[in-house]
């Protein structure tokens, strides 16, 4: 049953084509690996869904939900991906958590929503939404316009004692 597992996953990863996309910062070499409790794919619509304890690795990114719904084009290159559910991606020293993170590849941009939260040492950021655009390295926080502001926190930053 476990090997019938496998293969199926097997199946489901090679549809998508989620690791075959290439980025400039690893030139391609990198393979995606997504873990899930359940897999399930559709060809026709274009959409695979992993659930319950979704790990996706990607060199040093690492992505947890709840669930990720990968919709494809028809030439199986991914146009959009939705995590849901307890979202978080760490890359680096960098940790964003959320309940639903939106990645767009042809925008090249991610929107964090539900009570987004970015983390890095110990400089936080918080809003209603927060905009990633992967290829500048620019980010927009935007406040929920009935609730109000977007915080920061910025730490003083210690010198190392010789």
Not at 23 to 28: F, L, Q
Request: charged share 30%; glycine share 6%.
């Amino acid at each position: 049953m476990r090997v019938f597992f496998l293969i199926l996953a097997l199946f489901f990863l090679s549809s998508v084509t989620f690791g075959a996309q290439t980025s400039k910062e690893d030139g391609g070499n990198v393979p995606t690996y997504i873990e899930a409790k359940s897999a399930f794919s559709d060809n026709k619509k274009r959409i695979t869904e992993f659930k319950d304890n979704v790990v996706v690795i990607r060199g040093d990114l690492k992505i947890y939900c709840d669930r990720l719904i990968v919709e494809t084009d028809e030439n199986n290159r991914i146009k959009k991906a939705t995590a849901i559910g307890n979202v978080k991606v760490v890359k680096g020293d960098l940790t964003v958590v959320s309940q639903i993170a939106y990645y767009f590849p042809n925008e090249d941009k991610v929107i964090f929503e539900g009570n987004p939260k970015a983390i890095k040492g110990k400089d936080v950021v918080t809003g209603s939404r927060i905009t990633y655009y992967l290829k500048e390295e620019r980010s927009i926080v935007e406040s929920n316009k009935s609730k109000g502001k977007v915080n920061v926190i910025i730490a003083p930053k210690t010198e190392e004692k010789k």
